[in-house]
């Protein structure tokens, strides 16, 4: 099993459509085997979705992300962590352990990039959680 994180600088990064890498796991009975940190190459959004089927991820660790991103991850397969902050080693080592604390209506507002699903056409975080820099 391979599980992606959404990666900048050891932490998890908050907006899904603008990482530019992720650290991929390899997972095997219950434990990391293997890890690499993936340049995204400026795909962005729905992109993203194929890039993780491409190399056989099968779950995602992210913090904010948006309605579009979040339909090409499910049509794709791959089971959706959003809402993550903090160490994306220690992110994995929790969900391994069934005690990751993630959101799954959190919703990311690509600050004013209207995309479906998101806020109807505000760029404020019009009471969802946003993505924060």
């Known amino acids: 099993m391979k599980i992606a994180v959404t990666y900048e600088n050891g932490q998890v990064f908050q907006h899904f459509g603008h990482t530019e890498q992720f650290k991929v796991y390899e997972i095997q009975d219950g434990k990391v085997i293997s890890q690499q940190v993936v340049d995204t190459n400026g795909s962005g959004h729905g992109a993203l979705a194929g890039f993780l089927r491409e190399r056989d991820v099968e779950a995602l660790i992210c913090g904010g992300i948006g309605g579009g991103a979040r339909t090409a991850l499910a049509q794709a397969g791959i089971q959706l962590y959003p809402?993550?902050?903090g160490d994306a080693d220690g992110a994995v080592e929790a969900l391994l352990a069934g005690r990751l604390a993630y959101?799954?209506?959190?919703l990311c507002n690509h600050h004013g990039e209207h995309h479906e699903g998101d806020?109807?056409?505000?760029?404020?975080?019009c009471g969802h959680h946003a993505c924060h820099d």
Do not use: F, I, K
Not at 103 to 106: A, R
């Open 103 to 106: 959101n799954p209506d959190t």
């Open 83 to 85: 809402g993550v902050t």
């Open 119 to 125: 806020c109807h056409g505000h760029s404020h975080d």
